[in-house]
């Protein structure tokens, strides 16, 4: 009677030598999609997600929020929005800046370290969530996008 190998003797997903018919992933379906905003409309939904949170906590500083930022559309930069599968509502938005082009937001603040200087950087700025339940997930997704 042959019996299958324990889950502890398979190689682990990491295992760039393991064959790829042995390498094990697990996936889950999430309850939203993520994808980088191509449209005036998309961009909106992100703005107003982004406006909501930061009334949540910074209401002062909200009220600049209410309509695109010039670095939205800027060279270099990607805004993307988390949309519910359910009815495509807005649940969450980031804004990536590379400084393949300009110099990031961080860089007009701080003065990088040398071994940081000359490097292809990325800055992740104005996260917005919904205060929903999927809020958490959605953050860390955002991140990994």
């Known amino acids: 009677m042959k019996t ?14 393991a064959p790829l018919d042995q390498r094990y992933e697990k996936t889950e379906s999430l309850p939203f999609t ?4 191509k449209t005036a409309a998309e961009l909106e939904k992100a703005v107003q997600i982004r406006h909501a949170a930061y009334m949540r906590h910074v209401p002062r500083f909200a009220a600049a929020l209410e309509t695109p930022e010039a670095l939205d559309s800027a060279r270099g930069v ?3 929005l988390a949309e519910l599968k359910l009815n495509a509502s807005p649940v969450g938005t ?17 003065d990088l370290p040398d071994w940081l200087r000359c490097r292809r950087l990325a800055e992740p700025t104005r ?9 958490r997930i959605v953050t860390l997704a955002l991140f990994k996008a």
């Open 34 to 37: 993520i994808r980088p905003v």
């Open 127 to 135: 996260l917005g969530v919904t205060h929903e339940r999927v809020g």
């Open 94 to 110: 980031m804004r990536i800046q590379l400084n393949e082009f300009a110099p990031l937001t961080l860089e007009r603040a701080v």
């Open 4 to 17: 299958s190998p324990s889950l502890l003797s398979r190689p682990c997903i990491c295992d760039p030598k």
């Open 78 to 80: 990607v805004v993307f």
